[in-house]
């Protein structure tokens, strides 16, 4: 099969449910929930040496169980309620759990290419229930766990808080962040505050156009690149020019990739750019902690919510114009869109956008296509807490682990997240159409670099 390409068998199957017994009950969608649609988003780790296969696989499996009873949504599944709405039922069926093996060693596994070597492969796909976790022995002694979930259920931050606890369990440590599943913290107002301003960010589905109007859809790319710290110290200078605050290394680096997406001259006059906001720090706010006991200030903080708390705001350019602007005033543009929605007003305003909707669905506005004139579109989602360092089971730290996101939409996607070395470098998760990818590979090449195994020293 050459480097790239990963040939895993099944040693095992079964399905891991709560170690603890959990009551049956229906726990309902967040408004913030609803605007995801039914997609999966895989995460991997890779370890370059595990204890002996047989103790490793139990630790996982065992601490597995352990986390479900704190984290029950992920042993659930998710169905339809009467209004046609997806809800979830907390029945305990458990996670479905594999156990396989791949004759090769970390080193050869080409994690440039993750459609060839993680998709399906180290990175499960999952076929009921709300997580599937797979363990991949490698012959090198090496292991590889691979997890896949429903975002209806968990945005990043959850599947983070979701990790670091599973870990915690399995060294037998103090869980550092307690879930909290209280979806009254994000009820909508009564009534509801309309803001015609979500209509520009987020559609009904029912108003999208049919997908047969399009011609065929080219399907998306992934890549993983690493960004050396002093090329995203240069961004972050360029694009903070005439005195004016200094911008952010996120905003810089997505000003540079909105520039590179601009390059692509296919008869479109415009491109978007979105950008993931969480907002948890943002509605914390509104909870006076001051007023409750110690022992409960925890439960109530919006940095323990499980679930999604989730806005993605957008900008629209002329290509012609991006291309010739200097960094910094397209990373002006970022800051202004992105802006608005750092608030608690916007998020409240979303939660009861969505309640004047129900029981229709809604989704991103930059995830479709309302005409077949539309530009490219791209979203950036931070992963800079993705807490890699965290996920030791026992055996020492991941030597590397990445975001796998094949979402199978036409707006690409693209998750920075930290290195391992703290040295200030970036791995990059990337999903892109392949004009797109050329593009990073030619015009972006001094930055974005290829993720080789003499970088990751496997």
């Known amino acids: 099969m050459g480097s790239c390409g990963v040939s895993a068998s099944v040693k095992h199957k079964g399905i891991i449910a709560a170690a603890l017994p959990v009551q049956d009950h229906w726990l309902?969608?967040?408004?913030?929930?609803?605007?995801?649609?039914?997609?999966?988003?895989?995460?991997?780790?890779?370890?370059?040496?595990?204890?002996?296969?047989?103790?490793?696989?139990?630790?996982?499996?065992?601490?597995?169980?352990?986390?479900?009873?704190?984290?029950y949504p992920f042993a659930g599944e998710v169905v339809q309620n009467i209004l046609g709405e997806p809800e979830l039922l907390c029945n305990n069926r458990g996670v479905d759990f594999i156990h396989a093996y791949a004759d090769m060693e970390l080193?050869?596994?080409?994690?440039?290419?993750?459609?060839?070597?993680?998709?399906?492969?180290?990175?499960?796909?999952?076929?009921?229930?709300?997580?599937?976790?797979?363990?991949?022995?490698?012959?090198?002694?090496?292991?590889v766990i691979g997890c896949t979930f429903d975002h209806r259920i968990a945005d990043a931050y959850s599947i983070n808080m979701f990790l670091t606890a599973?870990?915690?369990?399995?060294?037998?440590?103090?869980?550092?962040?307690?879930?909290?599943?209280?979806?009254?913290?994000?009820?909508?107002?009564?009534?509801?505050?309309?803001?015609?301003?979500?209509?520009?960010?987020?559609?009904?589905?029912?108003?999208?156009?049919?997908?047969?109007?399009?011609?065929?859809?080219?399907?998306?790319?992934?890549r993983i690149y690493y960004i050396e710290s002093k090329d995203i110290n240069?961004?972050?200078?360029?694009?903070?020019?005439?005195?004016?605050?200094?911008?952010?290394?996120?905003?810089?680096?997505?000003?540079?990739?909105?520039?590179?997406?601009?390059e692509c001259n296919d008869g479109h006059d415009t491109c978007k750019m979105g950008v993931v906001v969480d907002?948890?720090?943002?509605?914390?706010?509104?909870?006076?902690?001051?007023?409750?006991?110690?022992?409960?200030t925890k439960s109530f903080s919006m940095?323990?919510?499980?679930?999604?708390?989730?806005?993605?705001?957008?900008?629209?350019?002329?290509?012609s114009a991006l291309k010739e602007m200097p960094l910094?005033?397209?990373?002006?543009?970022?800051?202004?869109?992105?802006?608005?929605?750092?608030?608690?007003?916007?998020?409240?305003?979303?939660?009861d956008w969505v309640e004047l909707q129900r029981p229709a669905p809604a989704v991103a506005k930059i995830y479709t296509k309302m005409k077949e004139t539309d530009g490219e579109a791209v979203v950036v989602s931070s992963g800079q807490r993705f807490p890699v360092d965290s996920v030791n089971f026992g055996w020492g730290k991941p030597d590397f682990g990445s975001y796998h996101f094949p979402w199978g939409g036409q707006t690409g996607y693209v998750m920075p997240m930290p290195n391992?070395?703290?040295?200030?470098?970036?791995?990059?998760?990337?999903?892109?159409?392949?004009?797109?990818?050329?593009?990073?590979?030619?015009?972006?090449?001094?930055?974005?670099?290829?993720?080789?195994?003499?970088y990751l020293d496997f």
């Open 28 to 71: 309902p969608m967040s408004n913030l929930d609803l605007l995801l649609p039914p997609i999966d988003v895989g995460v991997f780790f890779c370890y370059k040496k595990a204890l002996p296969f047989d103790e490793s696989v139990n630790i996982v499996k065992k601490s597995l169980a352990q986390a479900l009873a704190l984290f």
């Open 107 to 143: 080193k050869n596994i080409d994690l440039y290419h993750p459609d060839d070597s993680v998709e399906g492969k180290l990175v499960p796909v999952k076929k009921q229930g709300v997580l599937t976790v797979q363990v991949t022995e490698l012959n090198c002694g090496g292991l």
């Open 166 to 222: 599973w870990a915690e369990i399995a060294q037998s440590k103090q869980i550092s962040c307690l879930p909290s599943f209280r979806r009254s913290m994000l009820n909508p107002r009564r009534p509801p505050v309309m803001d015609t301003n979500f209509d520009t960010l987020y559609v009904p589905i029912s108003t999208l156009p049919p997908p047969q109007s399009y011609l065929p859809a080219s399907p998306l790319v992934s």
């Open 234 to 262: 240069h961004l972050q200078s360029n694009s903070t020019l005439n005195g004016k605050p200094k911008k952010s290394k996120l905003v810089s680096f997505i000003a540079f990739l909105w520039k590179i997406i601009a």
């Open 279 to 296: 907002g948890r720090e943002r509605l914390d706010n509104k909870i006076n902690l001051s007023k409750l006991s110690l022992s409960n």
């Open 303 to 319: 940095q323990n919510y499980f679930g999604n708390v989730l806005s993605i705001p957008y900008g629209e350019a002329n290509s």
């Open 328 to 351: 910094s005033l397209v990373a002006d543009m970022v800051h202004e869109f992105v802006c608005p929605a750092l608030s608690e007003e916007h998020f409240r305003g979303l939660i």
């Open 420 to 454: 391992l070395r703290k040295n200030g470098d970036w791995i990059v998760y990337v999903h892109l159409l392949q004009k797109h990818l050329d593009l990073v590979e030619t015009e972006g090449s001094k930055v974005l670099k290829p993720l080789t195994p003499s």
